[in-house]
């Protein structure tokens, strides 16, 4: 007796800005991200777009369809009639990089962070309530801590500090006093 293949997930992704050129692996680093999130929400049998775009076209976007007039990082446009079809992820280039420049995270986690996030969108998940917010959030840190990726909520006042050193220079003085 043969097993049935399990349908998988099916992820397009779409480069519609030069700004991803720099950033090669961009692509396999969101497909993984979406692959556990998936794996974890036992997501399968469907299809969904990741589009990396710029902050211009996501401004558009967020304008268009949100009524903000301005860019953001992540969109999600979840596909309520079209079967099998989850919807669409929109990254936005700049707006992540100075997001993970600000923030003191390699732009990969922070990438890998956001398409998580949006996937999350498409499958039901959001934040307008505390409760919702705190499941979503649990559900992040559970698939990044999958992909070996740090906890993005825990902030900076609550990472441990690191003991200051002294300058060599400092040491070797204090060291010929002694």
Known sequence: ??????????????????????????????????????????????????????DS????????????????????FPAKSVPDHLGDVVLAFETIAQEARCEGKPFAHHLAHLAVHGFLHLVGYDHERSKDADAMERTEREILRDLAIPDPY?????????????????????????
């Not at 399990?6 to 992820?11: C, E, F, G, S, V």
């Not at 397009?12 to 993984?32: E, P, Q």
């Not at 825990?154 to 070797?172: C, E, L």
């Open 57 to 76: 076209g996501i401004r558009t976007l967020n304008r268009d369809w949100r009524g903000i007039d301005k860019a953001t990082n992540v969109l999600s």
């Open 1 to 54: 007796m043969t097993r049935a293949a399990r349908p998988t997930l099916a992820i397009d992704v779409l480069v519609v800005s030069g700004r991803w050129k720099g950033t090669a692996k961009a692509k396999s680093i969101v497909r993984r991200a979406v692959t556990q999130a998936a794996a974890r929400t036992s997501t399968k049998g469907a299809e969904l777009a990741i589009v990396l775009t710029d």
């Open 154 to 178: 825990r902030t900076a006042a609550s990472k441990p500090r690191a003991v200051p050193r002294m300058p060599k220079q400092a040491n070797r003085a204090r060291r010929r006093r002694s």
